[in-house]
C-alpha cells in the first residue's frame, strides 16, 4: 500500500507533487510518459517553432527527496472501494489519492470526427499534425492538387486559435522556403458562435479576428460542424469544405473510466468537488485540474485551463503538507491573473485584470508566465536549460 498516490503528471498533479517533495513527504506519481509535457505550448510543436523534445520535462530530473516515486504506467481505471488503482503494469494501492488526469479531445459522438480529423492534446498528437503538414506540402509539390494546400481547424478556443496563429505564420514561410507559391494557401477557422476566444474580453477577440483575418485566415463564424468525411468537414447548415488538414478542438472530456468507478460527473465526466478539492462522497480522493469541476463562491464553474490546475495542484499540496502537520485544510480560491493567446511567434492577446495588452507586449507576458513557470518546476537551471534551447543559443 502507498501513502499518497497522484494519477498524471500535468500541471495540476506535478504542482501537488512538487509541493510534497519539496516538504519531504512520500508519493508515487503515475504517469503514462516518463516526462511532463508543456500542453499550453504545443501549437508552438504543430509549428515547427523549435525541436519538439524542449516541450517536455523528465520527470526524474524535478525531484529531490528518494521518497518521491515516478511509476511510468497507463492508468486503466479505479476500485475505489478496494483503493485500488488499475494500471498496465498492475494495480496500485493508496491511502490518498489524486486525480490530476487532464482532458482529452471529445468528439461529442460526432459522424467522422474520431476517423478523419487531427486533435492537439498531447505532444505525440502536436508531432503527428506537424508531419502530416509536411507530407501534405510534399503531395502537393508532387500533384499540384491544392486540397493539400487547404487546412481547416475547428474550434475558436484557445487551442484552435494558438494553432491557427502559428500556422498562419509558419505555413508561409514553409511554403517560401520549398519555392512554392502561396497561391492555393487556404486557412480556414470554423467556430460555432459569432466571435472567438470565449475566454477573453470582446475588444481583444475583436482584435485576434483582424488579425487572423490579416494573414489569411477565413472566419467561418456562427456554423456548427455536423461530421467529418476523407478531406472535408460537412457543416450544419449543409455547407462541405474540403481540406488536406482537418483539425477537432471543438471541446475537451475527462476520462470515462471516472464516471465507471462511481465518482459525481457531469456531461464532461468532469469530478464534483467541494471545497478542498476532495470528490464528493469520497474525502479520500482529490481531482484537480481539467478533470475536476469546481464551482466557486459566486457559483462560476471553472474553466479547464493550464492556470486553474496549477493552483489546484498547489493548493491541494500545501493543504496535504498541512494536514501531515495536524493542521486543518484551507478552502481553494481561484485566483485569476489573466490570459494570453499568442497568434504565432509575434503577436498575442492579453487579458490581465482590466488591462489589456496587445502584439509583442503580449508576448512578453506570455513569456514572463513561462519563466515563472520554468522557475517553479526546477529554479534556475531549468530555466536557463530551456530557454537555452527555445532561444536556440
Ligand atoms: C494547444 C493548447 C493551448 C493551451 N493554451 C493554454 C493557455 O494559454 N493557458 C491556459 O491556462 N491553458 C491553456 N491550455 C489548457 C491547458 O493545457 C490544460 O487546461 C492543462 O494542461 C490542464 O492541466 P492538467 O494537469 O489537468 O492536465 P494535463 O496537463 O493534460 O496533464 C495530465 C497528465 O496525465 C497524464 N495522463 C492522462 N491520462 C492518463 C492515463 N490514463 N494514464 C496515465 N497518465 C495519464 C498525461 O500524460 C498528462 O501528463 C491549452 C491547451 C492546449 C491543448
Redesign the pocket.
Known sequence: MNGIVI?????????AALELDRHGIPFTL????P???F?????EV?GARHDPHTYALSLEDLFRNQTSRVLV????GLRLSDKLVE?HRGPVGYESLII??????STFGLPGIADYTFR???LRS?MELHHHLERELELYEQSGDPVHLRVLIAGGG??GV??MGEWADWLPKRLHEKGLSLKDLYLGLIHAHSEILP?VDHQLRAIAEQKLIERGVELILNERVAGAEPRAYVLASGRRIEAGTLVW?GG?EA?A?LKEAGLSVDARNRVDVDEFLAAKGFPDVYV?????RFTDAEGRVL????????Q??HHLGANLVRLANRHSPLPFQYRDHG????LGPRFGVAEIGRHHATGATALVL?DG?KLKYLMHLGGPVTVLKKYRQWLEI
Open positions: 494519477l498524471g503528471a500535468g500541471y495540476a498533479g506535478l504542482a503515475v504517469n503514462r510518459e516526462y511532463h509535457t500542453k499550453t505550448l504545443l501549437h504543430a504506467a497507463e492508468v486503466k494500471t490530476a488526469l487532464g482532458s482529452r479531445t492537439l492534446d498531447s502536436a484557445l487551442t494558438e494553432l475566454d478542438t475537451v476520462p473510466f484537480i485540474g481539467d478533470c475536476a474553466p479547464p485551463t493550464g492556470q486553474v490546475a496549477e489546484m495542484g490570459m494570453v493567446a499568442s506570455k508566465s
